[in-house]
């Protein structure tokens, strides 16, 4: 892997630098008061979906926990974020980002990503993006060395390659192949028999298992075969330091086994992540087009910004993507059939995670990480509707 790829430039560092200096001193010279009250102490606190304090890629530190050290060891917010991030995206274990990702329909593995720098005012982000292990790098770059505010496809990878990541023709490993196949195998038995149970399919079993492949990526999920948060797996991290500087990174590759092309919430600004360094940050995980129809992380934040506290805020854009849900995605009671979580982090360090549905079907409490000065923890996401 390139430098690139693991460390910001010497020029980047500058321009980070350069970038407060300038607009701390313009504020300064305008008398802008609430704007300079932003740079105030605040708790130091990272938070991300549960993956952030599960995977460590074989080291023993895992996402939030690094991007805590680093944050308080004086690291720029959202390079400390992204360092986090990276632990996940390189985890070959774990299937909903970055290397490893589970592939869309044709067995590609592609990543979406994007990153919101608050105190900088910058944002950048990629989608189906190929080649590249750590898309929420490729975002960063292009926050910062471009005009832009998202790259796609093709374009996304000839801008990383220039930029000098290393870009590999595949991105699967043993384990998301062998997922691949056996999706194949369930949607499509008559292409991809399955030397176990072709003897026992019927022409009524091909035809049910046709245009089924989210049903049949449910259905894997309750084998046990595939993690279940991980359909529409990602990780979203966000952070706040004791200045008071607010960030956040999304980075995924995103539905399993979607239709080439398809890309969800989490490079797209408002949707899968929103940062205003004065109020907090919000993102996504879980069903992205539903996020994608009500631009809800962008509705979080502006919750925050009229008073409410982090929990207040997510439910409010949870009842908001209910009330926006067409009916063949509710069931018979009227209660939606999949979920989206977000992770709110106020500017002063107070923080949720909230989902329509906080526990599982089976009873099992689910989860949001968090680390501060007390360490990493796995804390209870507080579901709208249980
Ligand atoms: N929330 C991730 C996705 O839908 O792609």
Redesign the pocket.
Same mark, same amino acid.
């Given at each position: 892997m390139s430098n690139t790829n693991n460390d910001r430039s010497p020029l980047l560092d500058r321009r980070t630098f350069l970038g407060v200096s300038t607009t701390i001193g313009a504020m300064a010279a305008a008398g802008v008061g609430p704007a300079i009250a932003q740079f105030r102490a605040s708790r130091p606190v990272v938070i991300s979906s549960a993956n952030g304090f599960v995977a460590t890629n074989g080291g023993s530190e895992t996402c939030v926990e690094r991007a805590y050290r680093l944050m308080t060891e004086g690291t720029d917010v959202l390079d400390a974020l992204i360092a986090g991030v990276n632990i996940v995206e390189l985890d070959p274990e774990d299937s909903s980002v970055g290397y490893g990702g589970l592939p869309d329909a044709e067995g590609h593995v592609t990543l +979406?990503s994007c990153c919101m720098h608050g105190p900088l005012k910058r944002a950048g982000g990629v989608a189906a993006l190929q080649g590249v292990r750590t898309p929420s790098l490729v975002a960063r770059a292009v926050a910062d060395l471009t005009d832009h505010h998202l790259l796609v496809d093709r374009g996304a990878q000839d801008f990383a390659r220039q930029m000098g990541f290393t870009i590999e023709d595949d991105l699967n490993t043993d384990l998301s192949r062998r997922r691949y196949l056996e999706w194949r195998r369930r949607i499509d038995p008559a292409h991809y028999p399955d030397p176990q149970r072709q003897a026992n399919l019927t022409p009524a079993d091909i035809n049910r298992f046709s245009n089924a492949s989210l049903k049949v990526a449910e259905q894997m999920a309750a084998d046990g075969l595939i993690d279940p948060e991980h359909l529409?797996g @990602?990780i979203n991290c966000n952070g706040v330091n004791r200045n008071g500087d607010v960030c956040g990174v999304t980075t @995924?590759s $995103?539905?399993a086994w979607k239709i080439p092309g398809r890309v $969800? +919430? #989490?490079p797209i600004l408002g949707a899968?992540l929103y940062v205003h360094n004065d109020f907090g940050a919000a993102g #996504? @995980? $879980?069903? $992205?087009e539903a996020n994608l129809y009500n631009l809800a992380s962008f509705l979080v934040v502006e919750e925050l910004r009229r008073g409410a506290d982090p929990k207040d805020a997510g439910m409010a854009a949870l009842r908001r993507i209910w009330e926006n849900t067409e009916r063949r995605l509710l069931l018979d009671n009227g209660e939606p059939a999949f979920d989206v979580n977000f992770y709110v982090l106020g500017k002063d360090g107070r923080h949720a995670g909230v989902a329509f549905y906080g526990t599982s079907a089976s009873g099992n409490q689910r989860n949001y990480a968090v680390c501060d000065e007390n360490g990493g923890r796995h804390e209870p996401i507080e579901g709208l509707i249980r």
């Open positions: +979406d529409f @990602t @995924t $995103g539905l $969800g +919430d #989490s899968g #996504s @995980t $879980g069903r $992205g």
